[in-house]
């Protein structure tokens, strides 16, 4: 799912998005979870390692307001690395901008 440039707000259609991730933990028989933050090269390196952490606690928040258990979510800022569009830095690039989820053996940290 992806953000609005330095935002970590939830948008419409990421609710969309978890609302799947939610009812698929539910058909998932309580597997783990994992949050892999991103942002994109645009603003300094300590900033967007920030913020994309703040980008996976809104996805926590918002997993666990929906039934989720907190102990089943763990995460990882990577900031701006392992971008998913190679751009020069300084460069805003919404792919880059993303929380990955992925689920069940192998999945936390």
């Known amino acids: 799912m992806f953000f609005d440039w330095d935002k970590s707000d939830i948008t419409p259609e990421a609710a969309s998005i978890l609302d799947s991730a939610v009812t698929a933990y539910g058909n998932c028989a309580n597997v783990p979870i994992m949050l892999a933050g991103y942002a994109d090269r645009s603003g300094k390196p300590a900033y967007n390692q920030g913020l994309s952490e703040r980008r996976n606690a809104s996805v926590t928040d918002y997993l666990t307001s929906h039934g989720v258990p907190g102990g089943a979510i763990s995460s990882q800022g990577f900031g701006e690395n392992n971008p998913r569009v190679p751009t020069a830095d300084g460069v ?13 053996p192998g999945s936390g940290m």
């Open 92 to 104: 805003r690039e919404l792919q880059n901008r993303r929380v990955e989820i992925t689920y069940g």
